[in-house]
């Protein structure tokens, strides 16, 4: 059989947190929305990433993936992740689990690579030895992996910090999308080099589709476009 992630692919030790080096293009695809002077249906920054992009895998192919034990990560798309985030973050999550866990049904809360691992996935200053429950060699199982990323994808003080900043009772979604691509800038993320549309679709997906975005709704939607954008560069887009 195949291994749950080719080398190449398996998340990296010793990398730390490099939060503000992360390069979510995957070698020019990041995501950058207006700024710069872009035109509407034109690029962000430059890169390489289709306005199109994967729309015609269908829900079925997303819960193939999501029911596969072992996930190949270059065949997870932009668009898969858009349309069914949670079932595939579950599934790509889990095929790391099970490397750092060696098969077995937990790690222990100690252990390096879970703790590499989980510093790059999660906001700056998340401590797992003191976030996750138990002492130091407790075990975390996939249940509770799974949640640590899901959670504390965003650094909550930063993004209420933020949405204060802007001195607006609620951001249209005409707004949102700029928005977002600042917040995204401010947590760290190279996001430069998505065209508009690709952009629109994952702050589309972020917000809900909402028509507007309250102080209360902000948090949670900045968790999520983190949680995408982390999700595509492990994937390698």
Not at 59 to 88: F, H, M, P, W, Y
Not at 155 to 169: H, K, N
Request: charged fraction near 20%.
């Amino acid at each position: 059989d195949d291994p749950v992630l080719a080398p190449s692919q398996a998340p990296s030790e010793g990398r730390g947190r490099g939060h503000g080096h992360d390069d979510l293009g995957g070698g020019g695809s990041g995501s950058g929305l207006y700024g710069g002077g872009s035109p509407r249906g034109g690029r962000l920054g430059g890169g390489a990433e289709s306005a199109s992009e994967e729309t015609h895998h269908s829900n079925g192919k997303t819960n193939q993936v999501a029911r596969s034990g072992k996930v190949e990560l270059n065949k997870v798309t932009l668009d898969l992740i858009l349309t069914d985030l949670e079932s595939v973050e579950e599934a790509v999550y889990s095929s790391v689990f099970a490397q750092l866990a060696g098969g077995q049904a937990s790690v222990r809360k100690n252990d390096k690579k879970l703790g590499d691992f989980l510093a790059e996935h999660t906001f700056p200053g998340f401590d797992a030895s003191t976030a996750l429950p138990g002492g130091a060699s407790s075990p975390v199982t996939l249940e509770g992996f799974l949640l640590a990323l899901a959670t504390n994808a965003a650094d909550p003080e930063q993004a209420i910090m933020f949405f204060v900043g802007l001195e607006t009772e609620a951001l249209s979604k005409a707004a949102v999308g700029q928005a977002l691509l600042s917040y995204a800038k401010l947590a760290g993320c190279h996001v430069d080099g998505f065209a508009v549309p690709v952009w629109e679709k994952i702050a589309s997906r972020a917000t809900q589709g909402a028509e507007s975005i309250s102080f209360d709704a902000w948090g949670d939607c900045c968790t999520c476009l983190l949680r995408i954008l982390r999700l595509k560069k492990m994937c390698n887009h």
